[in-house]
């Protein structure tokens, strides 16, 4: 009987162990080139650096606030952009456009704001 439940126990812990693996993947992938490229350049459009800290070149920015990565279909590539620093400051940039695998896209209570989408 003992057996059997040090069976289970270590199936659960398996188990929930494949799953946090999964779940962080997200930050751990590495950033595709192009994707990166084009997040810069929204950096850039936003105020730079000092709007968004954790946008940095030497990182990847699959680990970026805001920046989701697909881990399935397209490994490495960003699919959900979540922009809500009230820091940011300037418009949208039309790099959102080179992001083609983004299916998610959010500018949430941002005052410094400006133009139209792109």
Known sequence: METKN???TTTIIITISIALLISSSSSTT????DDKKALLRIRDSLGG???LPSWDSKTSCCG???VKCDSLVAPG???QLYVY???VNGSISPSVG???YL???????LPGLFGGIP
Do not use: Y
């Open 64 to 66: 970026w606030a805001g």
């Open 77 to 79: 590539r960003v699919n």
């Open 6 to 8: 040090l069976s289970s």
């Open 103 to 109: 299916t998610s896209l959010s500018f949430h209570k």
């Open 49 to 51: 650096i000092n709007g």
């Open 30 to 33: 590495s950033c595709h080139k």
């Open 85 to 87: 620093w009230e820091s």
């Open 98 to 100: 080179d992001l083609p």
